[in-house]
């Protein structure tokens, strides 16, 4: 028998226009009245964050905004952050957008009291305590950061992927409202609501799983797979737009106490290199990786290719297998998700490169299979020549 720990202390709140009641959750909860506002330039022009802010004024609260953000937050912004909530004076930190906004959020609500570098943490040098309160509203169906204990943060002078993670990074409210999500765009649409399968996907099938993960995990798989195309091809179609942000809430408590593993570590590597959508770089490396854990770990690949169904129980073990891999190929191939071949800025010299900063990914020990630095390479180069 397995021992295993799961931990969510978050308030989950979730309906259409659920947003319109964020000043009343928030005093409930006895959050302080001077709030830091963090999101991105993005959603803001997209004109989500004023009603929220005009709420919280008439509510009493002093609204900061903070909106210098890149779609792959970097560390010294989180620095530049944490100087206004200093300078400022505030209390809490409310991030409303996708992964970018939520995960610079909660490290500022770190950084913000303590001071310090998100380098710092990663490396053990300062501990994780004295967090500012983090309420989160995302604005994308896909990260599911608004419920997880980790924070992904750029080093800006190696472009290393940092994973801050600990459990007091966990939001104390995450208010989710479909309706938020209507505006975003196709592409984004599609590249995190794969971000968000793979969290399923990986959450479900690592080496550090539990039974808790594996259950919210099965269901955010059939949420996803069952409502992400509809949500691509009309963003307006409100069923497929709360199925998509629930299954991106379940695979964030699906991997939020569990881990990610070989796809993540190839995507942050790849993102952190380029700049790549984060969801898009997941995207292109998600049938390989699947292909390579396979090999040596067919029980749960099967498991997994029936919850997304994909294949089912009258299959043959080599049948479920490959249905697996040529359902999640189809599935992001109708998503109009580029190749690796295809992305910009992509550069065959840079593949050893890429192939050492995913297994230096402190995810890599998770992945069900063992994978080392050839492997890696491996699999970059077959997504960039698109065989297997």
């Not at 004295?130 to 750029?154: D, L, Q």
Request: charged share 20%; net charge negative; hydrophobic share 40%.
């Amino acid at each position: 028998m397995d021992n295993f720990s799961y931990f969510c202390n978050t308030r989950i709140e979730m309906d259409l226009g659920k947003a319109g009641q964020l000043p009343d959750m928030m005093k409930s909860l006895g959050i302080g009245q001077s709030i830091l506002l963090v999101s991105d330039p993005g959603v803001v022009k997209a004109g989500i964050v004023q009603p929220i802010v005009d709420r919280l004024q008439s509510a009493g609260y002093r609204v900061v905004l903070f909106d210098a953000l890149s779609q792959n937050p970097r560390d010294l912004e989180c620095l530049a952050g944490a100087k206004v909530f200093n300078e400022q004076r505030l209390e809490a930190v409310l991030a409303i957008g996708g992964g970018s906004a939520m995960d610079t959020g909660k490290t500022i609500a770190l950084l913000g009291p303590n001071g310090g570098t998100p380098t710092d943490y990663v490396e053990g040098k300062k501990a994780y305590e004295h967090i500012a309160p983090i309420i989160c509203v995302p604005t994308t169906a896909g990260t599911g950061s608004e419920v997880t204990r980790s924070s992904v943060i750029t080093e800006s002078a190696t472009h290393r992927k940092l994973t801050l993670k600990h459990a007091a990074l966990r939001p104390l409210l995450a208010v989710l409202d479909p309706k938020l999500t209507m505006t975003v765009p196709k592409a984004v649409t599609a590249a995190t609501g794969v971000d968000a399968l793979v969290h399923a996907i990986e959450g479900y099938s690592c080496k550090v799983t539990n039974p808790i993960s594996q259950a919210v995990g099965a269901r955010a798989m059939a949420k996803i797979v069952a409502s992400l195309p509809a949500a691509y091809r009309d963003g307006g179609n409100e069923e497929a737009r709360y199925g998509m942000l629930e299954g991106s809430l379940l695979a964030g408590l699906c991997f939020g106490s569990a881990d990610v593993a070989a796809v993540h570590c190839l995507a942050e590597a790849l993102g952190g290199l380029y700049d790549t959508p984060h969801g898009v770089a997941n995207s292109v490396f998600l049938p390989y990786v699947l292909q390579f854990n396979a090999q040596a770990e067919t029980s749960v690949h099967i498991e997994l290719a029936r919850h997304m169904g994909f294949a089912d129980h009258a299959d043959s073990d080599e049948q479920a297998i490959h249905k697996l891999i040529t359902g999640i190929r189809e599935f992001t191939r109708q998503l109009g998700i580029p190749k690796l071949r295809e992305l910009p800025g992509v550069r065959p010299e840079d593949f050893p490169r890429i192939a050492e900063l995913a297994f230096l990914n402190n995810s890599t020990p998770s992945n069900v299979r063992p994978i080392g630095r050839d492997d890696y390479l491996r699999i970059i180069e077959q997504a960039y020549d698109d065989v297997f």
